[in-house]
């Protein structure tokens, strides 16, 4: 929330008290913050006033009125909240959504979110005044009224969101703003989201599971709703069963897709009726019109929903699967032996370190032994023939000369 510096006169106490009021109200121009992150969140909520006002507070950042504000959800419940951001002002008729603390976008470190629950639930309205003015040592129980255990609640927070110091404030205000902030502790365990689905989209191929919704909720069960082609189903992905027509807080969840599915798209819907409790943060929604960041200070009980979906393609075609090479059969190997290797016949081809010699030229083996005995009998048995053939030629002649004589 803005704020105007402390300074003696009197006419700028009174000038920072108008613009505390201002302020309080939603009409002071809001400081330029960065952009703030998305949130997967359902809880929607306008800031439509201011649900009661407190004492104003002297802090060592300067002198700022206090009040409870109102969020209105889109089904018309409302929360009470109070501020976590001294240094912004809070713009009127902002949109807000439902956030985890480490996603707060305001000016200040929120430094210890768990003390700040802590005072939440220990602090007003969750604690009467009466209660709270008797539980802080000197505070005059007997007199406390509620704005100032309001203001002292307030100032208590701002000590852990921002800190800020309390100077000065009236009746038991300081009484009770020291009992908060000596014995707050840190929480460590953030309260749980109304209802989230994370992410709120996904894509896919047909034959695999689209999507990885994770579930969150302060529910006990939410009812879930599937809008789906025949044959796409919503699995446990921690199981692999399809999910039935509830879902819990850190469920899982995925969309089944058979591998013959056309392209296509799926959804699925939650509602229910669950408590946006204690301690949850909301931010503004429009990152480039800052307003102040708002937390919880009771639980309440709304009506909301939430959503997410998926698109797939079709499954690639399968691609054909090669021919197998015949495998080759090894040649066999030869036996080995102690035989030599012959030589190589000369062929006479070109290249040859001798030409071929003629047929005629060819080496003839030796005759030698019995060879050599037939040869001289073939020879002896010529040589008779011959004579023989000689002789019988001789006669012939000789009885021809006989008959010519005998004429």
Same mark, same amino acid.
């Given at each position: ?6 300074? =003696? ?67 018309? /419940? ?20 439902? $956030? ?50 309001? *203001? ?39 309260? *749980? ?7 709120? /989209? ?59 599915? +056309? ?12 408590? &946006? ?24 009980? &709304? ?10 393609? +079709?499954?690639?075609? #399968? ?8 495998? #080759?059969?090894?040649?066999?190997? =030869?036996?080995?032996? $102690?035989?030599?290797?012959?030589? =190589? ?14 047929? $005629? ?27 023989? *053939? ?11 000369? $006989? ?5």
């Amino acid at each position: 929330m803005k704020h105007s510096p402390i300074t =003696p006169s009197a006419g700028r106490t009174g000038l920072a008290l108008s613009a505390a009021a201002l302020l309080a109200f939603g009409l002071a121009a809001p400081a330029a913050a960065e952009p703030v992150e998305t949130y997967e969140g359902s809880v929607r909520a306008q800031y439509v006033g201011n649900h009661e006002s407190g004492e104003t507070v002297t802090m060592n950042v300067g002198t700022i009125g206090t009040n409870l504000f109102r969020l209105r959800l889109e089904d018309g /419940s409302e929360l009470i909240t109070y501020c976590i951001d001294i240094e912004t002002g809070i713009r009127s008729s902002s949109w807000y959504q439902e $956030d985890e603390w480490a996603n707060y976008p305001g000016k200040g470190e929120f430094a210890e979110p768990g003390k700040v629950h802590w005072i939440l639930q220990h602090g007003y309205p969750n604690v009467s005044a009466q209660d709270l003015a008797e539980a802080a040592n000197g505070a005059n129980a007997a007199r406390v009224t509620d704005a100032e255990a309001l *203001a002292a609640t307030q100032a208590a927070i701002w000590h852990y969101s921002n800190g800020a110091d309390l100077n000065r404030g009236r009746g038991n205000v300081k009484g009770i703003y020291d009992y908060l902030v000596e014995n707050a502790e840190a929480m460590a365990q953030e309260p *749980a989201p109304t209802l989230s689905v994370t992410p709120d /989209s996904a894509t896919g191929q047909a034959g695999n599971t689209v999507g990885e919704f994770d579930i969150s909720t302060s529910s006990a069960e939410v009812p879930i709703a599937l809008d789906a082609p025949e044959g796409v189903e919503l699995i446990d992905l921690s199981t692999g069963e399809p999910v039935g027509e509830t879902v819990n807080d850190g469920a899982r969840i995925g969309f089944a897709v058979p591998e013959d599915a +056309e392209a296509g798209e799926a959804s699925f819907s939650l509602e229910t009726t669950a408590t &946006v409790q204690q301690g949850r943060l909301f931010k503004g929604e429009d990152s480039h019109k800052a307003t102040q960041t708002l937390i919880t200070a009771q639980d309440s009980e &709304v009506t909301v929903d939430a959503a997410a979906s998926v698109e797939w393609s +079709e499954a690639d075609e #399968p691609a054909p699967e090669p021919t197998p090479e015949p495998t #080759p059969t090894p040649e066999p190997e =030869p036996t080995p032996t $102690d035989e030599p290797d012959p030589k =190589p016949t000369p062929t006479g081809e070109p290249g040859d370190d001798k030409p071929t010699p003629p047929k $005629d030229d060819e080496p003839t083996l030796p005759v030698t032994g019995g060879a050599l005995a037939g040869l001289v009998a073939a020879g002896v048995a010529a040589l008779g023939a011959g004579g023989g *053939a000689i002789y019988l030629s001789r006669k012939r002649k000789a009885a021809a000369g $006989d008959s010519e004589t005998d004429v």
